[in-house]
């Protein structure tokens, strides 16, 4: 039986140059995305084996829909696709629950070794950034722990992608009430008390890129 795959990237180009690299590997690609909340609610309908996703996709990135993916359909495995190598992103999506992390300019001789090594119930990093993660984990100071809820991750990167409250609430579907509520403690929990510190916090969570 072949593995069921779903694809999440917002460029369409990387998501057929991805495809056709893993059809012609023998994988069976069921779905594709190209932001998170519609990976999510296609992922959780199709409950595929392994979801490939990138981190920097609109509404809800990968990182947040990753912890979202562990949730809803739990028995599938996920695997970065990303060309951010930067130790806070690889933190984050191991704390996220990602089995594999692969760079885009490796994909091509990393992406099906990952599938294979991942499907097994391994944990596969592409070379580049295996050190960047043991350099990560020994040094005390390396990301600190992050005390936002997901839904206060969501709205987050909303805030940093320049949306408003209300945009926000529609979004969600919440009130704007319950937004302003989520914005109003997400910036207690942080100490933060403005957009644009917001946006710089967002940034260095890896939520959306500079």
Do not use: W
Request: aromatic share 2%.
């Amino acid at each position: 039986m072949k593995t069921r795959v779903v694809l999440a990237d917002n460029h369409v180009v990387v998501r057929q140059g991805v495809k056709s690299l893993l059809e012609r590997e023998g994988f069976l690609v069921v779905g594709e995305a190209g932001d998170g909340q519609d990976l999510v609610r296609i992922a959780k309908e199709l409950q595929p084996d392994v979801v490939v996703l990138d981190i920097g996709m609109p509404l809800m990135n990968g990182l947040i829909a990753a912890r979202e993916l562990k949730r809803v359909c739990p028995n599938s495995k996920t695997i970065l696709l990303t060309r951010h190598d930067e130790d806070q992103y690889v933190i984050e999506a191991l704390r996220a629950g990602i089995r594999g992390y692969i760079l885009k300019n490796q994909a091509a001789t990393d992406l099906v070794h990952a599938l294979q090594q991942v499907c097994r119930g391994q944990v596969y990093l592409s070379p580049g950034i295996s050190r960047v993660v043991v350099d990560a984990y020994v040094s005390k100071s390396s990301v600190p722990d992050d005390p936002l809820s997901a839904r206060e991750h969501e709205v987050l990167q909303l805030i940093a992608e320049g949306k408003s409250t209300k945009d926000v609430a529609s979004m969600l579907g919440v009130s704007v009430k319950t937004a302003e509520s989520h914005r109003s403690r997400l910036m207690q929990k942080l100490d933060i008390h403005e957009t644009a510190s917001l946006v710089r916090y967002a940034v260095r969570r890896g939520l959306v890129q500079p």
